[in-house]
């Protein structure tokens, strides 16, 4: 079955601007994690979402957001980009919220955002 | 703060030797999750171990859990080129119902043919 698919693979945004990245899981999983990756920092948990609900929310700026949609889909979205929001930005689903501890995550490939 | 302190933060090794990369919390985990990531890929889950002392093989990796469940460790036999990549430990905790893995900042392996 195809994986977990993220779009765009790169971007390139001028601070100031907002970005929205999409993130396609695998069929049947209806939990969508978002993290953010960088060389400093490592991977660091953004938000959880599953049935279109926000379950959990990391330590980030409300200029973070995200959503999911009834076919599970979800996007993210960043406003009012600022240099230090360059990241890989990575979307990870599981089944069910629970099921991610026995069973982890599946990543995407990611969406490599650069801020100039 | 970060919870999940791992070391080395790089290896350089030739190929055939063995190596072991270490996880330590002083957090408690419900699991501990190993992965690895290649460059321009996500991770990818190698193991989660889950019971105090638990001890999983993958070919050539072994996986331990601390018995207190606040540490673990990965260790390769006669590491090979293809096991070059970043690994990563995951501590997963119980959070709103759900079960969120807090990652550590990653150890960096490469193998030299």
């Known amino acids: 079955k195809a994986g977990v698919t993220q779009t765009p693979r790169y971007l390139i945004k001028t601070r100031g601007q907002q970005v929205t990245l999409s993130c396609s899981p695998i069929?049947?999983?209806?939990?969508v994690s978002w993290y953010q990756q960088t060389p400093g920092q490592g991977l660091q948990f953004l938000f959880e979402?599953?049935?279109?609900?926000?379950?959990n929310k990391g330590n980030f700026p409300g200029r973070f957001s995200g959503r999911q949609f009834s076919n599970s889909r979800s996007e993210m979205n960043v406003s009012t980009l600022e240099l230090g929001d360059s990241a890989l930005y990575l979307c990870?689903?599981?089944?069910?919220?629970?099921?991610?501890?026995?069973?982890?995550?599946?990543f995407g490939s990611g969406t490599r955002l650069t801020v100039v | 703060t970060q919870l999940l302190e791992q070391s080395p933060q790089f290896l350089s090794i030739q190929e055939g030797e063995n190596l072991t990369v270490y996880c330590n919390s002083s957090s408690v985990f419900s699991s501990l999750q190993w992965y690895r990531q290649e460059p321009g890929e996500g991770p990818v889950l190698l193991v989660t171990?889950?019971?105090?002392?638990e001890v999983k093989k993958l070919k050539r990796l072994t996986f331990q859990f601390g018995d207190a469940r606040k540490d673990s460790s990965l260790h390769i036999t006669a590491a090979q080129p293809g096991d070059t990549g970043l690994y990563l430990c995951a501590g997963v905790t119980r959070a709103g119902g759900s079960y969120i893995p807090t990652f550590g900042r990653g150890t960096s392996l490469i193998v030299h043919p």
């Open positions: 979402y599953f049935s279109e609900t926000q379950r």
């Open positions: 069929s049947g999983h209806r939990s």
């Open positions: 171990v889950v019971t105090g002392g």
């Open positions: 990870a689903s599981s089944s069910l919220p629970g099921t991610a501890s026995n069973y982890g995550y599946t």
